[in-house]
């Protein structure tokens, strides 16, 4: 009984000790809360568009969308990193993000993004993220990314 006890005691100290118990500024992100302009293909803000943001991590994946305001704005939320027991382990963690705008024609893929899972603001060394990204310019690589878009 004291064996098993003493089992019990030492998995719940790793599991304090590896993360069981994550305060909010020591939370990591998949990807960071954000917010963006778009400028549409003919140069004029793009009111009205859906922006799709998906994500791959680790096998898993996810999508969410919003719709852009008159003057092309859009933000999306953070998403936090739900790691099991065994992913607390060091592995490789990059995140694969891509950005796309909906428009009746078809999607246009206009940011790829694949930084590493890190707390809040981690892909812009701590500040909030914001862009710009303009749908007539050519894709260059931006750091991280790879779009139409430049930090604020």
Known sequence: M???LALICAAALLWVTVGGTMSKADAEYVTSPMSGVLIGPDGQAAGGVTVRRTWDWRGK???DRTVTDASGQFAFDGVPAKRGFFQR????D?????FYADYPAGAQKFLVMTPRVGPENHENKGAPISITCDLRKEPAHGGFWFGVCTLD
């Open 2 to 4: 004291r064996r098993i």
């Open 61 to 63: 994946s996810g999508e």
């Open 89 to 92: 382990l060091a592995a490789e």
């Open 94 to 98: 990059a995140v694969r993000t891509v």
